[in-house]
């Protein structure tokens, strides 16, 4: 069974900064594609960041030139590094697993951490 741990989550305050990490097992870690998603209170889940098998990188317009995602294949562990943090990054934050295109895509999810972004 795929599993993904989170960690790093916390309390902070505005302008601070945070890194998450997500440890991988039961994967083939390096062929899949490697997200953080988070889910605020009465809203949906929505993208963050994204790092591709291959490396490349994508991010969501209010966290570009702020977050940093990269990956350790050799640990099977993905990072997000969230700099200059708002209090509109509180949110959960959930690791995400991916493989494949369409209706043959795969996806695996961590439990989730908690940023909390406050004075």
């Known amino acids: 069974q795929v599993q993904l741990v989170e960690s790093g989550g916390g309390l902070v305050q505005p302008g601070g900064s945070l890194r998450l990490s997500c440890a991988a097992s039961?994967?083939?870690?390096?062929?899949?594609?490697m997200g953080w998603y988070r889910q605020a209170p009465g809203k949906q889940r929505e993208l963050v960041a994204v790092?591709?098998?291959?490396?490349?990188?994508n991010y969501a317009d209010p966290v570009k030139g702020r977050f940093t995602i990269s990956r350790d294949n050799a640990k099977k562990t993905v990072y997000l590094q969230m700099n200059s943090l708002k209090p509109e990054d509180t949110a959960v934050y959930f690791c995400?697993?991916?493989?494949?295109?369409?209706?043959?895509?795969?996806?695996?999810w961590g439990q989730g951490t908690q940023v909390t972004v406050s004075s």
């Open positions: 039961r994967i083939i870690f390096n062929i899949h594609a």
């Open positions: 995400n697993a991916g493989y494949g295109l369409g209706p043959s895509r795969v996806d695996y």
């Open positions: 790092i591709t098998s291959g490396g490349s990188t």
